[in-house]
Nanobody
Framework: QVQVVESGGGLVQAGGSLRLSCAASGLTFSEYIMGWFRQAPGKEREFVAAISWSGGTYYADSMKGRFTISRDNAKNTAYLQMNSLKPEDTAVYFC?????????????????WGQGTQVSVSS
């Protein structure tokens, strides 16, 4: 049974940092693209970042320069380092795994999803 579990969310002041972790089990982690998405209250879920099998990274334009995605295949874990956080970054952050990597920013491409972790940024 595949499980994807996010952790590391919390409350932080504007300008602060958080590092989210995403632990996956029940799959061959190194064969999956790992993506991060977020959903703010009343808004649609949106792409944040993705990392390929080989470590290639992709970001939504608004996150470039502030967020860094990485992975440790030995630990079956992906990470999202978030710096210079803004109140508009407040959302539930989801991790997802995509086997084929046809379009890393498309929600429907991802096969497995975690339950999400709340990130709240105060002004």
């Amino acid at each position: 049974q595949v499980q994807v579990v996010e952790s590391g969310g919390g409350l932080v002041q504007a300008g602060g940092s958080l590092r989210l972790s995403c632990a996956a089990s029940g799959l061959t982690f190194s064969e999956y693209i790992m993506g991060w998405f977020r959903q703010a209250p009343g808004k649609e879920r949106e792409f944040v970042a993705a990392i390929s099998w080989s470590g290639g990274t992709y970001y939504a334009d608004s996150m470039k320069g502030r967020f860094t995605i990485s992975r440790d295949n030995a630990k079956n874990t992906a990470y999202l380092q978030m710096n210079s956080l803004k109140p508009e970054d407040t959302a539930v952050y989801f991790c997802a795994a995509d086997r084929y990597g046809r379009l890393y920013s498309r929600i429907s491409e991802y096969d497995y999803w975690g339950q999400g972790t709340q990130v709240s940024v105060s002004s």
